[in-house]
Nanobody, 112 residues
Framework: QVQLVESGGGLVQPGGSLRLSCTAS????????MGWYRQAPGKERELVAD???????RYRDSVKGRFTISRDNAKNTVFLQMNSLEPEDTAVYYC??????WGKGTLVTVSS
């Protein structure tokens, strides 16, 4: 059974940092891409960052220079290091694998 387990969300003050992680179950035959999307209240889900098995990354413009995506292929895990967080980063963050599978989401709240 396909399963994505996310962790690392929480409440942080503006300017703070959080690190999200997502581990895919061992039943994945081959993982090509892993990434993170987010959805804020009343808004559409949007790509934050993704990374291929070869390490090619892409980011949405608003997080470039603040967020870093990385992955551990041996552990089927993707990370999102988020620094200099802003209130506008508040959203539910979803792990996305092979452009098809979704995690349940983890809430990130940036507030003073």
């Amino acid at each position: 059974q396909v399963q994505l387990v996310e962790s690392g969300g929480g409440l942080v003050q503006p300017g703070g940092s959080l690190r999200l992680s997502c581990t895919a179950s061992r039943f994945f035959f081959r993982i090509v891409s892993m990434g993170w999307y987010r959805q804020a209240p009343g808004k559409e889900r949007e790509l934050v960052a993704d990374i291929t098995s070869g390490g090619i990354t892409r980011y949405r413009d608003s997080v470039k220079g603040r967020f870093t995506i990385s992955r551990d292929n041996a552990k089927n895990t993707v990370f999102l290091q988020m620094n200099s967080l802003e209130p506008e980063d508040t959203a539910v963050y979803y792990c996305h694998v092979n452009s098809y599978y979704w995690g349940k989401g983890t809430l990130v709240t940036v507030s003073s």
